[in-house]
C-alpha cells in the first residue's frame, strides 16, 4: 500500500507539473507571441522584415572563391571553394587579407564550408551541384596544428541515406550542401536543394572513417542555403542564401538570413525560424556567415557574373556586416548576461562546455546605448525618466517595456522623446524597450534604478 501511495503521488506531481506548462509562442517580437507561454513550441510567426548591410570592402581577386567565413584565434578567416588550400584572415575594418595560413598535403575540389570545436578546424568538401559526388568528405584538422604548421589531418567519409540516383542534374539536385555546424558529438548538414529550394539537415558523427549522413527534418526556407553559424550558448544557428527562383536573373540573387533560435537540444528547427530578406534590388552570391558575439554577423559573397536577357550582372566578392540587434537582443537578454563583442562565440569549445555556459559582459553601467540610424537611451541605468532620441518618423510610436520573461509592464505613445518609469510594476532590474514605429522595430535593454 505504501509504494502505491508514493507512485501515485510521483504521478499526482508529474500532471500537476506538465498542466503548470503552457505550450505557445514566446518570443515577444512575434506576431502571434503568448505572454503566458512558458514553453517554446516553435509556433512563433512574424511579420516580413528587410535588412540591409554595411559594406566593408571588396575582397579583391585573391578571394574571388571566397565561400566560407569563421572567427576563430582572432580573427575571422575565409577559404575559397576550388584548388587554393590557403586561410585568408579578413581585416574586419578594411577587408584587406591581414594574415595567410597555406596547408600542405590536402587538396580542395570543392570545399563550401569551414566549420569548428574546440580542438579542431572541418573543412567540407562536399560541394555537388550536379548531384552525381561519391566522395563527399569532411578534412578535420587539428587547430594545434595548424598554428604550428605540422598539420594533423583526418578525413570524415559520408554519403546520404535516401540517395540512389547518381546520374548528373546540373542545379537540379536536392544532395548538394554549403553549409554545416558541428556541434558537442555530431556534425549537422544543412543541405542546398536546388529542386526544392528547401533544406534539409542530415547527422553523420564527427569522428574519422566512413559514414552515412541520415536524414533529420525538413525546412522550406525558400531559397539556396549556402552558409551556416553555431552559437551554441544561446542555442542558436544562423544560415544564410539567396533567392534562386529556377534561375530566373530578374527575380533570383536576393540574400536571405534564416535565425533559427531557443530552439531543444540539437533540434534546430524546433524553436524561432524567422527569415530576413534583403531588398528587392540588391543582387548578390552570398556563400557564407560568422558572428563573435550573436549580434554582429559578417557575412561573405564569391564574385560572380552572368547575362541573361541583354542584362549583365556583375558582383565582386566583398566582406559585409549585419547588425541584428534589434531582431536579437530580446531573446539574448533573457539569459543572465548578455553577449559580449570581443569573445568569439563561435570558438566556444562545442565538445565540452555545456549550452547553458554565459559570457560575462563588459560593465555598460552608466553608458548611454546607441542604436543605429540615430537613435539613443539615457541615461542608463535611469530611475524616473528614460529620455530617447529617435528619427522624425518615429514620432508617435508605440513603444512597450517588457521583463526578461517577455512579460508585458508598460506601453504607450512616444512622445517628447522621454519616458517616465514612475510605474509600480517597474521594479529595480533589466528591463527590454520595444519602439514600433512605421520604418520598422527598434529594441533596446535598459536597466531601472530604484
Not at 540610424?373 to 542608463?380: K, L, V
Amino acid at each position: 500500500m505504501r509504494q502505491l501511495i508514493i507512485s501515485f503521488a510521483i504521478l499526482l506531481s508529474a500532471m500537476l507539473h506538465a498542466t503548470a506548462q503552457t505550450c505557445g509562442c514566446t518570443d515577444p517580437l512575434a506576431t502571434n507571441y503568448n505572454a503566458s507561454a512558458t514553453v517554446n513550441d516553435g509556433s512563433c510567426v512574424y511579420s516580413s522584415a528587410t535588412i540591409s548591410a554595411t559594406e566593408i570592402g571588396e575582397l579583391g581577386e585573391t578571394l574571388d572563391g571566397s565561400s566560407t567565413l569563421l572567427f576563430w584565434d582572432g580573427g575571422y578567416w575565409t577559404y575559397n571553394d576550388h584548388n587554393d588550400c590557403c586561410l585568408y584572415r579578413i581585416d574586419s575594418n578594411t577587408a584587406a587579407i591581414a594574415d595567410t595560413l597555406c596547408i600542405s598535403g590536402i587538396s580542395n575540389y570543392d570545399t563550401e564550408e569551414v566549420s569548428q570545436d574546440s580542438l579542431y578546424l572541418y573543412f567540407g568538401d562536399f560541394g555537388n551541384n550536379s548531384g552525381v559526388r561519391q566522395n563527399l568528405h569532411i578534412l578535420r584538422i587539428s587547430k594545434e596544428s595548424l598554428l604550428d604548421q605540422t598539420f594533423a589531418v583526418d578525413t570524415i567519409w559520408f554519403s546520404y541515406e535516401d540517395q540512389t540516383d547518381f546520374t548528373s542534374h546540373p542545379q537540379a539536385t536536392d544532395f548538394d550542401c554549403e553549409s554545416f555546424i558541428v556541434t558537442a558529438d555530431s556534425i549537422y548538414l544543412f543541405t542546398k536543394q536546388w529542386a526544392s529550394e528547401q533544406t534539409t539537415i542530415y547527422g553523420l558523427p564527427k569522428t574519422p572513417g566512413t559514414h552515412v549522413a541520415h536524414r533529420l527534418e525538413t525546412y522550406n526556407v525558400g531559397g539556396l542555403v549556402t552558409g551556416a553559424t553555431y552559437v551554441p550558448e544561446y542555442r542558436m544557428a544562423v544560415l544564410c542564401g539567396y533567392d534562386y527562383n529556377g534561375g530566373n536573373l530578374l527575380s533570383s540573387l536576393r540574400p536571405f538570413i534564416i535565425l533559427l533560435y531557443d530552439f531543444q537540444g540539437d533540434n534546430f528547427f524546433s524553436g524561432n525560424k524567422r527569415r530576413l530578406d534583403f531588398g528587392t534590388l540588391v543582387k548578390e552570391q552570398v556563400e557564407a556567415v560568422a558572428t563573435s558575439n550573436a549580434m554582429d554577423f559578417y557575412i561573405t559573397n564569391e564574385h560572380f557574373t552572368t547575362t541573361q536577357y541583354g542584362i549583365t550582372v556583375d558582383r565582386p566578392a566583398k566582406l559585409q556586416r549585419l547588425d541584428l540587434r534589434d531582431y536579437l537582443l530580446p531573446y539574448l537578454a533573457t539569459f543572465e548576461t548578455e553577449p559580449e563583442d570581443t569573445v568569439p562565440t563561435d570558438t566556444i569549445p562545442t565538445d565540452t562546455v555545456p549550452t547553458d555556459t554565459i559570457v560575462t559582459p563588459p560593465d555598460t553601467t552608466g553608458i548611454p546605448q546607441f542604436g543605429t540610424d540615430g537613435f539613443r537611451i539615457y541615461p542608463n541605468p535611469a530611475s524616473d525618466r528614460l529620455h530617447i532620441d529617435y528619427p522624425q518618423d518615429f514620432e508617435g510610436a508605440n513603444y512597450e517595456i517588457m521583463n526578461l520573461s517577455g512579460q508585458k509592464i508598460a506601453k504607450g505613445i512616444l512622445r517628447e522623446k522621454s519616458i517616465s518609469l514612475n510605474n509600480k510594476h517597474l521594479k529595480a532590474g533589466k528591463y527590454i524597450l520595444v519602439l514600433r514605429g512605421k520604418s520598422g522595430t527598434k529594441t533596446f535593454i535598459f536597466i531601472k534604478k530604484e
